[in-house]
């Protein structure tokens, strides 16, 4: 089991997600709740994105779990790997706008946050006239 890296682990919280998974035929886990989950790892858990990674394809290798897009997160994974500045939050837009037929996505974030990945643009202002 991971342990948060203050010390405070929620057993409860645990065991109570733990038991509702195990009666359930199914679990779907939603875009946002995987950016969340990255979030939690990387920041409470202190997990690499190499673990992360794992982790997620560990539960998608159960079939109890559906995930909203598994084609655009498969991929957002390998550009999460690939592109170590990029959130996986960023990885999963863009995977999902191309997944939906856009050929580039638009962006005000630079080029080492979203503006990293090879399917968006990003958009710049000039600021010398300021």
């Known amino acids: 089991m991971l342990k948060p890296i203050d010390g405070n682990n929620p057993k409860w919280q645990v065991d109570a997600a733990e038991a509702i998974i195990n009666q359930a035929e199914q679990v779907f886990i939603?875009?946002?709740?995987l950016a969340e989950m990255e979030w939690v790892?990387?920041?409470?858990?202190?997990?690499?994105r190499e673990?992360?990674?794992?982790?997620?394809?560990?539960?998608?290798s159960h079939t109890q779990f559906r995930?909203?897009?598994w084609a655009a997160l498969n991929n957002a994974l390998l550009d999460y790997l690939e592109f170590s500045q990029v959130d996986l939050s960023?990885?999963?837009?863009?995977r999902c706008?191309?997944?939906a037929g856009a050929s580039t996505l638009f962006t005000f974030e630079n080029e080492k946050k979203l503006g990293a990945l090879p399917v968006v643009t990003t958009l710049k202002q000039d600021l010398t006239g300021y």
Do not use: G
Not at 30 to 33: E, L, R, Y
Not at 90 to 94: K, N, P, V
């Open 41 to 48: 790892l990387e920041s409470v858990f202190a997990c690499s």
């Open 90 to 94: 960023d990885c999963l837009i863009a």
């Open 97 to 99: 706008a191309q997944n």
């Open 30 to 33: 939603a875009n946002i709740v």
């Open 67 to 69: 995930f909203e897009d």
């Open 51 to 60: 673990q992360i990674h794992l982790l997620i394809h560990s539960l998608a």
